[in-house]
């Protein structure tokens, strides 16, 4: 029924979504490319003329850098751990009969929806504020002394505060991939005496992996570039100054465009690393 | 799929469940009694649960000071305004790409699909300066437009796969029994994409509400919605803790609710299809 007719309109139906897109792609990132090739100071000269591949050389070679790349992969790789193991627990554990199911995944999917830098100030100030916090009068509870969170324990509250707010998520889809799990053959193995240690290897984890990649691969993707829980916790020091707050604070804070912008080359780059992965599987999907 | 299982097997699952829900719900459960304590009753020692005297003064003293209706007011026309825009651009493309699917379609998703995946600070600073240039710093057009753009390649995948289960053979048989191409449309496909493109708005307000890049970075005092609101609260403010969580509740109250009916969708529009 694809008349030439209904073609001409297809892509005219298309095009406002196409040309956005790629006007949104195309023109920001042409200037970033540009600008990570010129000295650019915009309160110190403005545009100083071409700097060949010096931005790039001397943000790889800033002493920030390497500690940058260490706080982005401790944290992604952390957050992504503990989503995902608990994900999968939970997610077993809302499949099984219960009383009032529904109201419980409602308890579990709240905290995706609260906004992150509600979350952050939340969790800084009410949970680990080392006077007052929660956290604090739990550990006095127990007569420990007071962990001073966010100074001593910098990466690991981070990565607690986002795994927080990313668990629903891995939760919500682990559940849904849980849910099409073929009932006859779990049974079966189970009449067979398989123990439920077995079962969950052999059968249940490998049904969950293709959804487990999902949730690796999306959540990387939004990790690499969480922002707002740190802007409003510990504003990048204590070592939690991840790559993408490294360059914020380049373009932003200092001002030093054509270095910030070879940082986020870099970024771009290993974002669609990542990315490729990403829509491997997705298109498969696309074909089925 | 009910299975059967013992009563008391049942009873354990329930216990575990709920404790462990409550746990994961505690910090939002926390914040919302809090602000309903004075402050000094926020911060005694030990931490007070249920029995204090509950109060709405904290509200009052939010309001009065931070004028939260006007940042509650941009952050409604922001997520509400890029929604609409964004479902407007992505209506018809999705539509075409479902019912005229063409070799290229797929290619098309994708590359939609590889635009978000680009990283907001890698692309931080040509768009703040198209801003300046164009006027559009800290105020709500450019950031509706901004938050319509990185939403885009969600809503349009998202209706995409709903109109993809619209059956075609339908739109024939109605064909067939004479209905015209305006009749077609209102009457057969509109009612059958509607559930779709309502959860695709759900999601896309609930992102846009809650995204905290662009509206930190884009905004200062005139144009802020509730998260750069309650980013203002990092400062030695947020030490008021009864007013700190009277603030985030009111921030988080209207996205929690809706965000509750759009659990299931939610699944559909964040893995981009790749698990139903």
């Given at each position: ?288 | ?77 922001i997520a509400g305004g890029s929604t609409l825009l964004g479902v407007v651009v992505a209506v018809p493309a999705a539509w075409s790409m479902a019912f005229v699917p063409s070799k290229r379609t797929k290619d098309i998703l994708l590359w939609m699909l590889s635009t978000k995946m680009l990283p907001a600070v890698g692309v931080l600073y040509p768009i703040y300066l198209l801003f300046i240039e164009l ?13 319509m753009l990185i939403n885009l390649p969600i809503i349009v995948w998202m209706l995409y796969t709903y109109f993809k289960e619209i059956p075609v053979d339908i739109l024939e048989a109605a064909r067939m029994d004479g209905a015209t191409l305006r009749g077609e449309i209102l009457h057969v496909l509109m009612p059958m994409a509607v559930p779709g493109i309502a959860s695709t708005i759900l999601l896309s ?72």
């Amino acid at each position: 029924m694809a008349t030439r007719h209904s073609r001409s309109a297809a892509r005219i139906m298309m095009a406002p979504a196409v040309i956005l897109l790629l006007g949104w792609m195309l023109v920001p990132l042409t200037m970033t490319l540009w600008f990570s090739f010129r000295k650019f100071l915009p309160l110190r000269g403005g545009d100083l003329g071409w700097a060949g591949f010096e931005n790039y050389v001397r943000f790889v070679s800033s002493s920030s850098f390497w500690p940058s790349v260490q706080a982005t992969l401790m944290i992604v790789g952390g957050v992504l751990v503990v989503t995902v193991i608990l994900g999968v627990l939970l997610a077993l554990l809302l499949d099984q009969p219960m009383w009032g199911q529904g109201m419980v995944r409602v308890l579990v999917i709240a905290p995706f929806f609260v906004m992150p830098t509600v979350s952050a100030l939340v969790w800084k100030n009410m949970f680990m504020d080392p006077v007052n916090g929660v956290l604090a009068h739990l550990w006095k509870f127990f007569g420990a002394t007071p962990v001073e969170w966010l100074s001593q324990a910098s990466l690991q509250s981070i990565i607690l505060i986002v795994s927080w707010q990313w668990l629903p998520f891995a939760t919500l889809i682990l559940l849904t991939a849980v849910q099409s799990l073929d009932r006859e053959q779990l049974e079966a193995a189970e009449m067979d005496g398989a123990p439920s240690l077995k079962r969950f290897w052999f059968i249940i984890l490998p049904h969950l992996s293709r959804a487990i990649t999902v949730v690796i691969l999306i959540q990387t993707i939004f990790l690499l570039s969480i922002f707002a829980e740190i802007f409003v916790t510990t504003q990048g020091s204590f070592g939690t100054k991840t790559l993408t707050y490294l360059i914020f604070q380049r373009v932003l804070e200092s001002q030093n465009v054509g270095l910030g912008s070879a940082g986020g080359i870099y970024a771009i780059i290993l974002a669609n690393i990542v990315a490729l992965f990403l829509m491997r599987i997705v298109g498969r999907s696309l074909d089925a | 799929m009910a299975r059967a299982v013992t009563p008391r097997r049942k009873a354990l699952n329930t216990l575990i469940a709920w404790a462990i829900g409550l746990m994961i719900f505690f910090p939002i459960l926390w914040t919302i009694l809090t602000s309903f304590k004075s402050e000094a009753q926020a911060i005694n020692d030990p931490p007070l649960f249920l029995f204090f005297d509950w109060t709405i003064e904290n509200y009052g003293v939010v309001q009065d000071r931070s004028d939260y209706m006007r940042y509650l007011w941009n952050s409604v026309i922001i997520a509400g305004g890029s929604t609409l825009l964004g479902v407007v651009v992505a209506v018809p493309a999705a539509w075409s790409m479902a019912f005229v699917p063409s070799k290229r379609t797929k290619d098309i998703l994708l590359w939609m699909l590889s635009t978000k995946m680009l990283p907001a600070v890698g692309v931080l600073y040509p768009i703040y300066l198209l801003f300046i240039e164009l006027g559009l710093l800290d105020t709500r057009t450019g950031l509706v437009i901004v938050l319509m753009l990185i939403n885009l390649p969600i809503i349009v995948w998202m209706l995409y796969t709903y109109f993809k289960e619209i059956p075609v053979d339908i739109l024939e048989a109605a064909r067939m029994d004479g209905a015209t191409l305006r009749g077609e449309i209102l009457h057969v496909l509109m009612p059958m994409a509607v559930p779709g493109i309502a959860s695709t708005i759900l999601l896309s307000l609930i992102l846009a509400w809650n995204e905290a890049f662009w509206t930190l970075n884009l905004t200062a005092a005139k144009a802020g919605p509730l998260t750069a609101f309650i980013a203002s609260y990092s400062s030695p403010e947020g030490l008021f803790f009864a007013k700190l969580s009277a603030a985030s509740t009111m921030a988080i109250a209207p996205i929690l609710i809706l965000g509750w009916f759009s659990q299931k969708q939610l699944v559909r529009g964040l893995t981009f299809g790749a698990v139903k």
